[in-house]
């Protein structure tokens, strides 16, 4: 298997909510729901010594109003079942940074994370400089696993994580105002 091999294999399984563009070692996938925004997929190389892994990358930008200041927001995850969370990175004020993590907790992103199985990371980001919103999570659904050298298998996803992407994608769409 290859990765632009388990790239298509993963489009195809989001086919009941994407059309596939064209193949390559990233794609980029529409949605005919206006509930939902284009998307980018790719696989990438773990960066770790020896590792195997090429985690499934999933990537949407959405143009519409944002703070006056960069603003990056991650979930984490809380121990013993306690739901998890977005926590502000970097710099920028708290009373903003906290009120669009509450925007985006509304329309419901954190259900949809926790709802996944195998979400590695998800973060929300905003860039005054280009007016954009930039949602980027990555997963161990829809990716490529090394079994050996030269020896790969794509990760299937499974039903609840294609249900939990589809709430981060409705959620983050709901979150992000449009410009007038």
Known sequence: MSPQQAVVRASAQLGRFYRPGLPGPTMQLESEDPELPAITIGLRKERRMFSRSWPLVIESHLAGPGPGEPLQLRYRRRPFRRPGGLEAVGTGPPAEAAEWAR??????????????????????????????????????????????????????????????????????????????
């Open 103 to 180: 925007r985006f907790e509304e329309a419901s992103l954190l259900e949809g994370a926790s709802e996944m199985t195998s979400l590695q990371d998800l973060s929300v980001a905003w860039s005054p400089g280009d007016g954009r919103w930039d949602l980027r999570l990555q997963t161990l659904a829809g990716s490529m696993i090394g079994t050996a050298p030269g020896s790969s298998i794509a990760v299937p996803f499974e039903a609840d994580d294609i249900r939990g992407l589809v709430r981060i994608l409705r959620a983050f769409r709901r979150a992000v105002p449009t410009r007038p």
